[in-house]
């Protein structure tokens, strides 16, 4: 399958970049192929914009990154209107969001209204500027991230926006031995500020892409796929461990993502497996724990382990 083909040439000339980030390389993958969005959450130094970088590089995607901060206005996000002297005419200048892909670095230090100006971007693939609706360039593919060491000053994302996101990708520290080939490679010249040194090979246009996302939606999907997607969404929202259960969104997400995996597998036919992979990247930013759950020292990811293990897998 083209899916499949695309994707390994993908994830190897990614590696030649990032060591050791195999999982969120991949999830970031499935979601630009799934038409989604991506949260991701992580210390600094732990290669996010890189992975981001490298990502947009390889499907010859135009890049933008925005740095989130608390005076940042939502016209620097989606531009605005400027009055010209010398003409005496309004002209539209077009923000960051006008690009493939667009790294919103540290979301959560801009204030709500910021926030909310990616919403309309997120779902609706546009933006409007003074009643005028403008078209966003396909394919667009946002990838947000967060600190979630340091809440000083920062406006925690509403949950209306956390649904548009189709994965929240939990970037940890690298193992030792990973943390010796990053030192390696910069010892031998490796500089993340200069990747077109690489001579990385490019193997996705446009056209590719497109052919990909078709070639998804032709992966066919059973009746007992479906019925295992809404059991866990329905076991979600019944969970005393949660006050949220995942949205309906979620068992979209969850669906779309899963046909992706399972073509990147070179599989045409999504199998229960694929499910389980993607569920606590899909529900882990839409559930809301109760208070004594977490008290108890349980996450979302664990709320999540113990809703799978109730719920019949098909055969």
């Known amino acids: ?14 590696a030649r970049t990032v060591v050791g980030q195999e999982e969120p390389i991949t999830l970031m993958l499935i979601a630009l192929l799934s038409n989604g969005h991506v949260l ?47 003409s005496g005419n309004f002209h539209l200048r077009r923000g960051p969001v006008f690009t493939n892909v667009l790294l919103g670095d540290e979301i959560n230090r801009a204030p709500a209204k910021t926030q909310s100006a990616l919403l309309e971007a997120m779902e609706e693939r546009q933006v409007t500027i003074e009643g005028q609706r403008l078209p966003l360039p396909e394919p667009f593919f946002v990838l947000a991230t967060q600190n979630p060491v340091e809440y000083e000053g920062t406006y925690p994302l509403p949950e209306a926006q956390l649904d548009r996101f189709l994965f929240k990708i939990l970037v940890e520290y690298a193992p030792q031995e990973v943390e010796i080939e990053v030192l390696r490679r910069y010892h031998r010249g490796f500089d993340a500020h200069h990747l077109e040194r690489l001579d990385l090979q490019q193997p996705v246009t446009s056209e590719i892409l497109a052919a990909c996302r078709a070639e998804i939606a032709q992966v066919e999907v059973d009746d007992g796929i479906l019925k295992y997607i809404t059991d866990i969404a329905q076991a979600s929202r019944q969970s005393l461990d949660l006050l949220l259960g995942g949205s309906p969104r979620a068992s979209i997400g969850l669906l779309l ?33 109760r208070p004594e759950a977490g008290g108890e020292g349980l996450t979302a990811d664990t709320a999540i382990g113990r809703i799978l293990a109730r719920v019949e897998v098909p055969r």
């Open 40 to 86: 991701i959450e992580g210390v600094p130094g732990t290669a996010k914009t890189l992975m981001a970088k490298t990502l947009a590089m390889l499907a010859q995607l135009e890049f933008k990154r925005v740095q989130f901060t608390p005076d940042l206005m939502p016209s620097d996000v989606v531009g605005t209107q400027v009055f010209e002297l010398g």
């Open 257 to 289: 993502a899963a046909k992706a995996w399972a073509a990147m597998q070179n599989r045409p036919f999504v199998v229960p497996d694929d499910v389980k992979f993607l569920v606590r990247p899909v529900y882990r930013h839409r559930i809301l724990l």
């Open 1 to 14: 399958m083209l899916t499949h083909e695309t994707a390994e040439r993908i994830r190897a000339e990614t």
